[in-house]
């Protein structure tokens, strides 16, 4: 009953509920403040504020004081008081002040505290549940009597006369505590068949989370190795281009020189001639025969014969101009050296791979640099066990029997070719020398404009068509993966085969229908 009347207090006279956010007018009454907003916003529309309590009038919109103490009041009610706030059912009974229900009577439709259930008469046997404002669905809608039955044939909760003379009279009806009890054994039955799905489904879950998590930390390390890659390409690039331009500095300073010094000579040569040519003008004004025959300074030469002149005789060589064939060759061997450094930090070794002419099909017509192989009229070659017979097809020179490799083909788009990877252990003639019909080679297979990946006559056509004519291998001999990728821009993943290879492994190649391959270390 205390709290009942601290309730009271606590009440809104405007929404009688507790207090939200309290403020309070000059008069000293308190209201929820949305509450009291809206009451003022709609005198506004009427001319004049007044306390909805006391009626108090005010000239002008009153200002409205926060109640903080009175809010920590309510919150603190409001905690001890969990049962109440959260179901909000009262004691029907209690008409002072509102005291929490603990039981509802189904047949009287009322809610009762413990001192009035304690009154109830206990001996009309009436129905008594959880506390609950909500009869209709408790009583029967047809013969307004409490639901005590259920009838599992129509699924239906039912009163006394509907088993008696309503339309499920005959059927097979418990007891709604039984019939609920029946319900939840089924309800944990199922929940017991569920149980091992959702922990499977958790485990796929973990499962997929930590492979989320695996490539998220690769992605991770990927980009600082990246990042790294490329610092110290960076740097390279730096002492490359301070390489290339010393020498080219080293050029320009020596030529330079060679030239600022034979101006250097030349001018004194210059000076000297204008000198004598001087002298020899003045010489030439003297109208005096004697003094100008016994004038002993002059010697008359021929031009570019004075014996006087400096340097006479001397040859100067030079540099005409600057090497750039060495200038060209600097850069390419500083970036040619940063390709293999990035390359070794990859830990990816770039074979260089010839095609061998003794294995390759007499139609095969195989390149000068024995990189090109083209399908062709029958070549004229020797008689050899290990040449293929069947299929126009061969092998290359270069065995893998370790590591990472990488290198590039590129299909002239003609006709029909394919190329991969293959045991030297191939047959040579007949069905089983084709790669795509046995178990020792995997290759991927290019034709009208489609991919196709083959392996021990098993074919999978991919999805992706050809959009460009280069394609990159990748072989990780150890790992056993091989996979083929698309040129583009950018680059796309066609295919990875996985294997356990037992056997080293050459580069094989097929073509037909005039089609060229060539690879490209």
């Not at 294997?499 to 080293?504: D, I, L, N, Q, Y």
Request: charged fraction near 30%; hydrophobic fraction near 30%.
């Amino acid at each position: 009953m205390v709290s009942a009347e601290l309730r009271d207090e606590l009440n809104c006279s405007i929404c009688l509920s507790l207090y939200t956010d309290p403020v309070s007018l000059r008069c000293g009454h308190n209201f929820c403040r949305s509450c009291i907003v809206s009451v003022l916003d709609a005198q506004e529309a009427a001319g004049g504020y007044s306390c909805p309590d006391c009626r108090a009038e005010y000239p002008e919109r009153p200002a409205l004081e926060k109640k903080r103490k009175l809010r920590n009041i309510v919150e603190r009610f409001s905690s001890t008081q969990p049962d109440m706030e959260e179901t909000r059912i009262f004691c029907t009974y209690c008409i002072k002040s509102p005291v929490p229900a603990v039981r509802t009577c189904l047949h009287c439709e009322s809610s009762l505290c413990d001192d009035h259930l304690t009154a109830h008469n206990k001996a009309l046997d009436h129905i008594l549940t959880e506390p609950t404002g909500s009869f209709g669905n408790k009583k029967c809608s047809h013969h307004k009597k409490v639901l005590e039955y259920y009838c599992p044939q129509d699924s239906a909760c039912l009163c006394v006369s509907c088993c008696l003379v309503g339309e499920h009279r005959g059927h097979r009806v418990e007891l709604l505590d039984e019939a609920s009890e029946k319900k939840i054994r089924k309800l944990r039955e199922y929940l017991d068949e569920l149980n091992p799905q959702k922990a499977e489904i958790q485990a796929k879950v973990q499962n997929l989370q930590d492979r989320k998590r695996n490539i998220q930390e690769k992605a991770s390390d990927n980009k600082k190795k990246t990042s790294k890659i490329f610092m110290d390409i960076k740097k390279k690039l730096e002492m490359a281009e301070e390489k290339v331009l010393n020498e080219v500095s080293r050029q320009e300073e020596k030529i330079v020189s060679q030239i600022s010094h034979l101006i250097k000579k030349l001018e004194i040569q210059k000076d000297e001639l204008s000198r004598k040519m001087h002298h020899v003008e003045e010489m030439c004004h003297v109208t005096d025969p004697i003094r100008f025959l016994q004038e002993n300074d002059i010697t008359v030469c021929s031009p570019g014969g004075d014996e006087d002149t400096e340097g006479k005789g001397e040859h100067v060589t030079f540099e005409e101009d600057l090497d750039e064939v060495l200038i060209s060759l600097t850069l390419h061997r500083s970036m040619r050296d940063i390709v293999t450094n990035v390359t070794s930090e990859l830990g990816v070794h770039i074979p260089d791979i010839l095609l061998d002419v003794d294995t390759a099909h007499r139609r095969v017509k195989l390149s000068e640099d024995l990189k090109t192989a083209t399908d062709s009229e029958e070549q004229e070659r020797p008689e050899s066990s290990g040449r293929f017979v069947t299929c126009s097809q061969g092998l290359s020179r270069c065995v893998l029997s370790s590591g990472r490799h990488y290198w590039e083909v590129e299909w002239d788009q003609i006709g029909e070719c394919g190329i991969g990877l293959s045991y030297p252990s191939i047959e040579m003639e007949g069905r089983q020398s084709g790669i795509d019909n046995n178990d020792k080679s995997w290759y991927l297979d290019m034709y009208n404009r489609e991919y196709k990946v083959w392996h021990n006559s098993d074919v999978l056509a991919l999805s992706v068509k050809p959009t460009c004519p280069t394609l990159g291998v990748f072989l990780d001999y150890e790992a056993g993966r091989l996979s083929f990728y698309e040129l583009c821009d950018p680059i796309r993943h066609l295919h990875t085969f996985t294997a356990s290879f037992t056997e080293p492994l050459h580069v094989v190649f097929w073509v037909n229908n005039g089609a060229s391959v060539t690879i490209r270390s």
